[in-house]
């Protein structure tokens, strides 16, 4: 069984930071592109916020570059997400994904969601 956990969610000021880490466990074989989405409940869909592929080449939507960060440790199976100059429209559900290679096949898997508040 494979499970992607989220932590690092809170409330924070507007201006502030918040990191969030999302830990893959169980039998992995392989990892590829690392990525983190966020939901609102207006939202039908989860937006891409950053991914990582396996070369560690980053990439970003225009709402969220130069403000956050994404990079991974391939030792510990864990993407961290490093948000700065928070914003309220941040504000969201944050989601961890990951393509890997479990016990028998490929798929993409899904953390469980942390919540991000930012005040304004």
């Known amino acids: 069984q494979v499970q992607l956990a989220e932590s690092g969610g809170g409330l924070v000021q507007a201006g502030g930071s918040l990191r969030l880490s999302c830990a893959a466990s169980?039998?992995?074989?392989?990892?590829?592109?690392m990525a983190w989405y966020r939901q609102t409940p207006g939202q039908r869909e989860r937006e891409l916020v950053a991914?990582?592929?396996?070369?560690?080449?980053?990439n970003y939507p225009d709402s969220v570059k130069g403000r956050f960060t994404i990079s991974r440790d391939n030792a510990k199976n864990t993407v961290y997400l490093e948000m700065n100059s928070l914003k309220p429209d941040d504000t969201a559900v944050y989601f961890c994904n990951a393509a890997l290679r479990g016990p028998t096949a490929w798929g993409i898997y899904w953390g469980q969601g942390t919540q991000v508040t930012v005040s304004s």
């Open positions: 991914n990582i592929p396996i070369d560690g080449k980053a």
């Open positions: 169980g039998s992995i074989f392989s990892i590829g592109t």
